[in-house]
């Protein structure tokens, strides 16, 4: 779902502003008598200070005039317990009015909120994913401890070079399931997100699917359908997830090689997952793309036991030990 814009916004919370005043003086007449005379006495106050009064008092007696209807209306207000703010409109937020900006060229921060929200819609990642970050990565689950360090510390490398828009190496995650490469590649996509950049994360065979559906489906606008393809090819970041689980084909291998070619024409970096090795990439794709797949790309090696199996034991054990 699109942003919807400022200009919109504050034209909708405007109209809700009118219809709730329209419908409070029709349940208290007496409250729109207050407001029509306070701005008779602001009229009046105006033309006193061009010296052209047309009732006959002094600007003391109409600010008086003025302070005593606002503490009438209060004093309704809190009678019949009315929100004390009614007369205001209920801005999303206070600070930028929904303008979008907290000062002339900087965004407020309700509104890179927004964005995050719909950059992170827009990603891929399920809620499971958002909570996968560097902070929650741990190396406790590892015998050789030195060795995913190293990993942690080249994937933060690379997330942050990616978010300062610097060159870099692509990464290759490899090694058996539930040893922590989507977690590291959540971490990385959430990272780069935080930093303000685009980031798709799809299964290889969501990805080839998609490509599919933008290719294929006369039945979607054929423009959108474009947009959507080039969104996908030059998005900032693409983390492509379970690499080999496809069923392979021609058709998969021209795509795989159109996308990594697009790609690397426009200098824009990947992470590949998989629980193949650099041997059986080799050997499942021809040459053509596994030397787009491994000879871009930093390679990281995670290997132990599964992390998901190690965790679910040892909360058999702390069940078992109450």
Partial sequence: MALQSSGVKRQKKIAEWEIRIQLLHQKYPRLEEISNLYGRYSLELALVELGNGRMGIDREEIIKSQEALMQERKDIVIKNRLPDNIYNIWWDCEICKDTGFAEPGKKCSCRLQELFLERWRESGLSPEQERQTFGSFSLDWYNDKEKHHENLGRCIDFADQVSNNQSVENLFLYGPVGTGKTHLCSSIANYVLQAGKSVIYLKTSQLLDLIRQYKFNNSQDEQSNNQKLKHLYQVALLIIDDLGTENSSDFVKEQL?????????????????TNLTPNEIGTMYEDRL?????????????????IRRQKKLLKKDVVSNK
Avoid: A, C, K
Avoid at 259 to 271: G, M, S
Avoid at 290 to 306: H, K, N, V
């Fill in 257 to 273: 090689l159109l996308l990594l070619d697009e790609r690397i024409n426009y200098h824009l970096p990947w992470v590949i997952s």
């Fill in 290 to 306: 596994s030397d787009r797949i491994l000879g871009t790309s930093q390679m990281l090696r995670f290997d132990g036991e599964s």
